[in-house]
Each structure stands twice: as structure tokens, then as C-alpha cells.
């Protein structure tokens, strides 16, 4: 079956634009979670998802990121006013959500976002 | 605060040389343990992970580690690599219960020469 998917794949904006990231998690997983990857950086955590709320966001670096989720299927991940420090790889991963911390997160491909 | 340490950020090996991959975890709690891979234009996937039971759990592809509690320890070993273990090797772990975020080290890079 299809795995998750993200867009877009790559994303050039200017500093201070608004930005709108996408992830279609797998078909039936209930957990969806954002992480961003910085050069040289491990992952950071910075939301994830149960349904359409969020137990948990206190990985959000600041009030320009914001995220969403509707039909507990898609999510958006939206930065404003973006900075040169937001550059980095935006990955999404989704899980089937019932069996808590267990559980086997599954990556999509990311989206690299450069801030000039 | 949790944290994740791994000790090798690049490791070179040839082919048929043994591999082990440290990783170490600052955490006084019950804890999942899990390694996650990248190969080469793919995406992050799982490896192994560990929640309770035996302490040494395997993955695919041969690989296997051992969660060692007392040294706060879960690494990451296989006995022969092979030039399709060429990837970047990620250790990630979470509080057990119904906390989900994963705290992640910052990868060990391995190239496995032919």
C-alpha cells in the first residue's frame, strides 16, 4: 500500500514569507507526527497527533509554527514569517495509534525547506 | 531532560568486518528503545526496536541489539556488514506509556567498502 507522502519535496521561499508544509499519512494510521531535521542535527520532535487533536506540542520552536489536521488524515504544518534558521528537512511519520509508545513510526520522504 | 547519544557519527568498514553502533540514553524511566535506518535516497525506516523482555532483539537484515539497562545502553551490532549497509543509522527512544515523541540521536554515518 502507499506509504506517507509529502509535500512539496522541495520548497525555496524568502525570509519572513509564509510556508505550508503537507503530509498524507498512511490510510488508517490515527497517530501522525512531525519532526524537522536541521543540518548536522539529530530529529527534533515537534508535534504529533491523535485524530484530528494534538496531545502534545511542545516541540513547536516558536508561535510562527502551527499545525493541523482535519478528517484524522491529512495534516498541515505551517511556518510564518519564516526565518534563515527554519531551514531544514521537515519530516512526517504516521502510526496506527492504538498501541501508544510501542508503536512503529513510518517516515515519508521529508520536504527540504530553504530560507534565503 | 531525555537525550540520545551515539558515539560514532562515521564509521568505515569493508565488507565481512563486524559492526557495533553505540548509542547511550539519559532517562531514569521505563523506555522504548529503537533504531531506525536511511539508506541512500530512501526514507527512514525502522530497524529494531525494544520494550520489554529480552534484553537482545533482532531486526532485518541480521542486525540485532542489546539493551543494556544498568549502562542506560542500546547498541546496535551485525556480524558480517555488507556494502548494502551503506546508510546513515539513527537511535531514538521514548517513555514508555503513552508518550509517543521520540528523542533522537544525531546518526552514525556508515560506509561499507566493497
Known amino acids: 500500500g502507499a506509504g506517507v507522502s509529502q509535500s512539496p519535496s522541495n520548497k525555496v521561499t524568502e525570509k519572513g514569507k509564509d510556508v505550508e508544509l503537507r503530509c498524507d499519512p498512511i490510510s488508517g494510521h490515527t497517530a501522525l507526527y512531525w519532526y524537522r531535521q536541521r543540518l548536522g542535527q539529530g530529529l527534533e520532535f515537534l508535534i504529533y497527533f491523535q485524530g484530528n487533536s494534538a496531545p502534545d506540542k511542545s516541540g513547536l520552536p516558536s508561535d510562527r509554527f502551527s499545525a493541523e489536521r482535519t478528517g484524522e488524515s491529512v495534516s498541515t504544518l505551517t511556518i510564518q514569517r519564516t526565518q534563515q534558521e527554519d531551514s531544514a528537512v521537515y519530516l512526517c511519520?504516521?502510526?496506527?495509534?492504538?498501541?501508544?509508545?510501542?508503536?512503529?513510526?513510518?517516515f515519508g520522504p521529508g520536504t527540504r525547506l530553504l530560507v534565503l | 531532560a531525555q537525550s540520545v547519544s551515539q558515539h560514532n557519527h562515521h564509521v568505515i568498514l569493508s565488507e565481512a568486518a563486524s559492526l557495533e553502533l553505540g548509542c547511550n540514553y539519559s532517562?531514569?524511566?521505563?523506555?522504548?528503545l529503537f533504531w531506525y535506518v536511511q539508506y541512500p535516497g530512501q526514507h527512514l525506516q525502522l530497524l529494531l526496536k525494544?520494550?520489554?523482555?529480552d534484553p537482545l532483539v533482532k531486526g532485518i537484515k541480521g542486525f540485532e541489539a542489546e539493551f543494556i539497562k544498568s549502562k542506560f545502553s542500546f547498541n546496535l551490532r551485525k556480524p558480517s556488514v555488507q556494502w548494502s549497509d551503506t546508510a546513515e543509522y539513527f537511535c531514538?527512544?521514548?517513555?514508555?506509556?503513552?508518550?509517543?515523541?521520540?528523542?533522537w540521536g544525531l546518526g552514525t554515518s556508515l560506509a561499507v567498502n566493497p
Open positions: 531514538a527512544v521514548n517513555n514508555a506509556g503513552n508518550n509517543r515523541k521520540l528523542i
Open positions: 511519520a504516521s502510526s496506527l495509534g492504538s498501541s501508544g509508545s510501542q508503536e512503529t513510526q513510518y
Open positions: 532517562y531514569g524511566g521505563t523506555v522504548n
Open positions: 525494544y520494550f520489554s523482555g
